[in-house]
T-cell receptor, first 116, second 113 residues
Framework: GENVEQHPSTLSVQEGDSAVIKCTYSDSASNYFPWYKQELGKRPQLIIDIRSNVGEKKDQRIAVTLNKTAKHFSLHITETQPEDSAVYFCAASWGYSGGGADGLTFGKGTHLIIQP | EPEVTQTPSHQVTQMGQEVILRCVPISNHLYFYWYRQILGQKVEFLVSFYNNEISEKSEIFDDQFSVERPDGSNFTLKIRSTKLEDSAMYFC???????????FGSGTQLSVL
């Protein structure tokens, strides 16, 4: 099955700086790569996703890049703010939304800490 | 905005007891899922459900687990004989068709004593 590795496990950045979180996956059939933000005690919330026919996607301060050849994808957050502090999970699936015959496989998460 | 709802928010049970976790997916969604998250760890896929049957299940989803869609709105996860290691946050999720995204419920914190 799919295996997703995520690094780093903890990332501390100064407010206003950029943060980058990286993930690799093992199953070349995977074609959907979402990123979830989870605040303490809350549900995971989708912040951005990318499909394998796209190399990069941006939404305001958040961007995701995908390298299918190398089987890795990254989350980039620019101009970080205190409210960006949370745990971020990457995930991979071969279904459009983690549906069909395979659920999402998540990475272990990155605890992002924004220092004021 | 429509949400996936889960009840109860907390469930405490004795080891060996049966528990049923309940979920109401978003009304026009067709794919339903259960995930779990042990405290401080990653979210783990348990099972996906489509067209009134299981589409896929993980190694975690053994014979002690079952899912059901008893009516047009509810989606349940049953654990027949709970073990200490079943203690976790259980998230229900749903998605629509095609390129719809996955939406999570707020979770049920299960504590097995």
């Amino acid at each position: 099955g799919e295996n997703v590795e995520q690094h780093p496990s903890t990332l501390s950045v100064q407010e206003g700086d950029s943060a980058v979180i990286k993930c690799t996956y093992s199953d070349s059939a995977s074609n959907y790569f979402p990123w979830y933000k989870q605040e303490l005690g809350k549900r995971p919330q989708l912040i951005i996703d990318i499909r394998s026919n796209v190399g990069e996607k941006k939404d305001q301060r958040i961007a995701v890049t995908l390298n299918k050849t190398a089987k890795h994808f990254s989350l980039h957050i620019t101009e970080t703010q205190p409210e960006d502090s949370a745990v971020y999970f990457c995930a991979a699936s071969w279904g459009y939304s983690g549906g069909g015959a395979d659920g999402l496989t998540f990475g272990k998460g990155t605890h992002l800490i924004i220092q004021p | 905005e429509p949400e996936v709802t889960q009840t109860p928010s907390h469930q405490v049970t004795q080891m060996g007891q049966e528990v049923i976790l309940r979920c109401v997916p978003i009304s026009n969604h067709l794919y339903f899922y259960w995930y779990r998250q042990i405290l401080g760890q990653k979210v783990e896929f348990l099972v996906s459900f489509y067209n009134n049957e299981i589409s896929e299940k993980s190694e975690i989803f053994d014979d002690q687990f079952s899912v059901e869609r008893p009516d047009g709105s509810n989606f349940t996860l049953k654990i027949r004989s709970t073990k200490l290691e079943d203690s976790a946050m259980y998230f229900c999720a749903s998605s629509g068709t095609g390129q719809e995204k996955l939406f999570f419920g707020s979770g049920t914190q299960l504590s097995v004593l």
